[in-house]
Structure formats: structure tokens, C-alpha cells
């Protein structure tokens, strides 16, 4: 295997868990839904798919029980702020306090054990090819999953009658409400959305990148994830560009390491922050536009008027 | 959270525990991070369950895993304190300074920090020559390495840490003198994802042979699936590598535990310092394993003598990076300049982070 493709494919495996979780809250956000417990829902799927896969030797059950893990979590979210409605930023933070305390216990016994691996998608003759074959055919299915996600919800966005309706309810809730349509149903679809998004990011992270259970093993991810949203202006191209620049420059600061260039690691450490808001800043200079994008009752509680 | 449901269960444990034997010695331990971790932790989490079977009948163990380094960690190490905890081991080099603040407010208490180089009235500090174990790997690498290039996953550049790279790279020197080490620093000591990073990075790079100064198993893991081979760390890692591992350093704190508990119950605990290597039996090696049997017994005979006393990984000449004489030929490294070692050897391909 040549030096560049083991850097793309290295690429993919770091920038991937980015992907899913942030288009997952990106759809989240364009409902009008501010869910911060990113970072819970995807550890809560990562335990969740290690356990089910280790429990029952299958990779696929993993996913599924990632999957509903997410969703469960979003679930508790979606009735604590879209029926009691509580503050969004102090729910979806305790969701993430949360996820790391239940994880933690959950995955307890679970510590250490070998995993099972997700294997790739061998897609005959095509992932034979050389270079291009590994890094386009021989990739596993959450992968493809996640790219597939992202064009999806770009076309559904802005392109369909649901995505208009989304954008809908989240620009105006009320005008959403007084056209007839419903506002908590179509968020609640949301919310569990963005929740089996983020805990597909967890279960690729205990299935495929590092297939183990440790605690915390999601350091972060979720976190940078919502902010990729933001710096993306909730657009889901741009949302690609992010998650990739941050996966490329991260990987670019080892490899650079492992070539001996004499720049101080703790900076190649920051560098993926910097670059990637740096970038997202630039590409969104357009005020009009981000105006357009920012879903205007992001985080407000929805009662209808009266 | 985890670490409120850690302390929690300690609490628990060291309630229980105090309504069951009040006259039993209570010897806790802080871990870094969980005991599940087959590295550093769970190392040292062997050493405890080692204790209570010598000891048992007069002995309680206690413990509390996943602290990190910083102000939680004097919380945890003064909540063993007020619950009677009469000996405690402190398992990580951040643990030191909170050590040392809780060790005066408990002065009747005596404290064992691992690593570090305070030490106080009641405070001891001990720590293993892993190195020693590195030169044994650096040896296995250059014989094992058909790019004649390995990869070092290191965590921060703490003399600890660049001690190992020096002796591992000392160690492949005596076999090929050309041979190339590439590192990487990953800050952080146990991120199976990053580490995970830097192994396929420097698999990618030529490196077909890893090790690693961080305490996951994911490294390991990356070298099977790669084709390449890899050192365990801490503990024999081979259930996560069967292909891939040629040996593991094993850290073996049970005859230290054990000697220093006996000590407190016998009363003739005192403040010191120990370094032991392979001679006392602290730092040990798996199995050598996917390797032919020359290379094996080779090892075996490097082993056998750095626990003689035969060969000091430390041994002149070393040149540094730049060239300039560190040991003259015929002398070796005193503990003290090891100990605050922040150069590397000649030969390294990188430079090291201030």
C-alpha cells in the first residue's frame, strides 16, 4: 500500500465520525431543535453497538443497537424539550453528561475485550483496483453510509417538500403552525434523526475505527461536530468540506511528525481547530446568505399561539 | 460522571469494608484510568489483586480508577485518606504534587507516588526501568524490520517517555546502526482513536514495525490488520494481536506492593526511593512471539543479561542528536542524569518537543 492511499484511507476513518454525527445535528438545527448532547448520543451508540456486536458476534446488530441507542437518547431529549419544554441548552448538556455516566456503566464489563470489526463493503472487481480501489470500493458501510447521508440531506433540504417544511418550522414557527403544519411532530422526526446520527458516529467508532469499548472513548467528537454545523452555515456541502479538512489536517499533523519536520506537536495538535474554522469562515463571508441558512428560531421553545 | 459512580463505588466499598474489619490495613490505590485497560492501569490493578491474595487476612484493598491528573485527583486521593485508608499508591507522574498537599494534611498516613521524583516525610516514590525492556524491543525491532524503519508512538515528552525512545533505538543500534526511528507524539496517554491515527500514519510511512509509549491496545491492533508487528505495553496485549505481537514489557508492581504493605505492618516503613528493573523482577517479558527462534534466543540472552547486570542500556559511548559525546565509552548513564533526560541519541528522526 502506497504512503498517499493509507493517508486518504486514514483521512476517511477520522473525518467519518464527524460526518454522521454533524449531519445528523445539522438536520436537527434546521428544525429549529438546538440539541447539545451530541457527544452523549454518540458514546451512548458506541457502547451500545460494542455490547450487542460482542453479546451477539455480528457487526450489522451492532449498528442496529448504535442506532436505536442514539435515537432512545434524542427520544428523552425530544420529550423534555419539545413536550415539557425545558431549555434546550441545559437538556441537550445534561444528555451529554449523561451519555458519558451511562456509558461508563454500561460498558463496565465490557472494557478491554477484543472487538468484533466491522468488515469493508468488497465491492468484486472494482475494489481490486489499485489506489482508487481501496479508497473508493473497499471502504465499509458506515462510510458510504455517512456520504450517502450528507448528499441525502442536502437533497431532501432543499429540494423536496419536507425539506421546505423543516426549513419551515424551523425559520417560523408559527407561520409553520398557522399553515397547518405540526411543528413538535415534525421536530420530534428531527431530534430522533440527528439522535441515530450520532449514534451510527458512536458505533462506527467502537466498530470500525477502533473496534473497543473504553470510556470517553469519543474525546470530543461530538463537540467538534456541533460546531461543524455552525461554522457550516447549515449547509450540508459545506458540512463535507468541514468534516474532511478537519480529518485531513489532523492526520497531516501526525504524518508530518512521522517525517520528522520540526514543528512543536502540541501546534499540529490545535491545527485541525484553527484550519477548519479558519476555512468555514472564509468560505461563509456571505452575510445574505448565512442569514438566509440560520434557522431564525433555533433553541426557542414552541407554544402555539393563541 | 464516571468519576462520581467511581468514587461512589469506593465509598461504598470503603464503608463496607470498615463495618467488616475495622482493624484490617486499608491500602488504597488511585488509578489513572480504568482497570480494564490491558495496559498501564490494569498493570497495576494486577499488583493490588496480588497484594490481597498474599495478604488477605490482614489487608483491605481500595480502589478508585479514572481520575485524572490535577485538582480531582487530590479530591480522590484525600477521600481514601478520611476513610482510613492507612497506605496509598498513587499510580500516576500527575499525581505527584496533589500527593504530596494531601500527604502533609495526613501526616499519619504514608503515600507511595509512582513515577515521580518528590518525595516527603511520609511520601516514598517508586517507579519500574522499563527501558530496560525497550533496548530488549529496539534489539527484536532491528532484527524483525525488513524497511530497516520503526514507528514510536510516544504521549508527552517527559524524560520517562524519551528514556524509552533512546533505549529502544540503543537497542537497534547494536544490531544495525543505520536503523531509522520514526516518532510520533499523540499528547495524550490513552486515545485509542489518535493512537490509532499515528499507527496507520506510520505504517503508512514505511514503519513496519510499532511500539508505543501511550496505553491502548489500538496500535497493536492497527499493526495486525496492517501486516506489521508491534510491542505490547504495560501488560502481554498478545488476546488483541495474535499475529502481530513480538513481546510485551510487563510491569510487575506485585513484589513491591507486597514489600511495601508488609513494611507498614510491620512498622518499619520509611520514606525512600526505588527504581528496579529486570533484576528485581518489576519490569518482565511476555512471551516472544511470530518471530524466528535466533531472534528469540538472542533477546532471551539480552534479557538475561541486562537482569545480571551485564549489559546497561545506558552503557558509553551515546552521542546526542547532534553529535557531541553524552557517555564516554566505558562509562555508563547515572540514574540521575536519566532521570531528567531531554535529548535524544543520535540516530533519531525527529525532534523532540519542548
Known sequence: ?306 | MKRLVGIAAAVLAATLAWSAAAEKLKVGFVYIGPVGDHGWTYAHDQGRRALEKELGGKIETVYIENVPEGADAERAIERLARQGAKLIFTTSFGYMNPTLKVAKRFPDVKFEHATGYKRSANVSSYNARFHEGRYVNGQIAARMSKSGTAGYIASFPIPEVVMGINAFMLGAQTVNPNFKLKVVWVNSWFDPGKEADAAKVLIGQGADILTQHTDSTAPLQIAQKEGASAFGQASDMIAFAPKAQLTAIINNWAPYYIARTKAVLDGTWTSSDTWNGMAAGTVRMAPYTNMPDDVAAQAKKTEAMIASGEINPFAGPIHRQDGTLAVPEGKVMDDGTLLGINWYVKGIDDSLPK
Open chain 1, 1 to 306: 500500500m502506497g504512503a498517499l492511499e493509507a493517508v486518504i484511507l486514514t483521512i476517511i476513518a477520522a473525518s467519518t465520525p464527524l460526518l454522521l454525527a454533524a449531519t445528523g445535528e445539522l438536520v436537527t438545527e434546521r428544525s429549529g431543535v438546538l440539541n447539545l448532547g451530541v457527544e452523549g448520543m454518540m458514546i451512548m451508540g458506541a457502547v451500545c453497538s460494542f455490547a450487542a456486536a460482542y453479546v451477539s458476534g455480528s457487526a450489522p446488530v451492532g449498528i442496529l443497537a448504535g442506532l436505536a441507542a442514539g435515537v432512545a437518547m434524542s427520544m428523552l431529549f425530544a420529550f423534555l424539550t419539545q413536550t415539557l419544554m425545558t431549555s434546550q441548552v441545559a437538556t441537550g448538556l445534561s444528555l451529554t453528561l449523561l451519555g458519558l455516566g451511562l456509558s461508563g456503566l454500561i460498558g463496565e464489563g465490557f472494557t478491554g475485550l477484543p472487538g468484533v470489526k466491522l468488515a469493508p463493503v468488497q465491492i468484486p472487481v472494482l475494489s481490486g483496483i489499485p489506489f482508487i480501489g481501496p479508497i473508493l470500493f473497499g471502504q465499509d458501510i458506515l462510510v458510504y453510509a455517512s456520504l450517502a447521508l450528507t448528499a441525502a440531506v442536502g437533497y431532501v433540504l432543499f429540494r423536496t417538500r419536507t425539506g421546505l417544511v423543516i426549513n419551515a418550522v424551523g425559520g417560523n414557527h408559527q407561520s409553520a403552525h398557522a399553515l397547518g403544519y405540526g411543528v413538535i411532530r415534525v421536530r420530534y422526526a428531527c431530534i430522533a434523526f440527528g439522535g441515530g446520527c450520532s449514534g451510527l458516529a458512536g458505533a462506527y467508532l467502537s466498530l470500525a475505527y477502533t473496534p473497543q469499548w473504553v470510556e470517553n472513548m469519543s474525546a470530543g467528537r461530538g463537540w467538534i461536530a456541533l460546531a461543524l454545523v455552525v461554522f457550516a452555515t447549515w449547509l450540508p456541502g459545506r458540512l463535507f468540506v468541514g468534516a474532511y479538512l478537519f480529518g485531513t489536517v489532523w492526520i497531516m499533523g501526525l504524518y508530518v511528525q512521522g517525517l520528522g519536520v520540526a514543528v512543536p506537536s502540541q501546534l499540529l495538535s490545535s491545527l485541525p481547530y484553527l484550519v477548519t474554522i479558519a476555512v468555514l469562515i472564509v468560505i461563509s463571508g456571505n452575510k445574505a446568505l448565512i442569514t438566509v441558512n440560520t434557522p431564525a428560531c433555533i433553541g426557542q421553545p414552541f407554544a402555539p399561539e393563541r
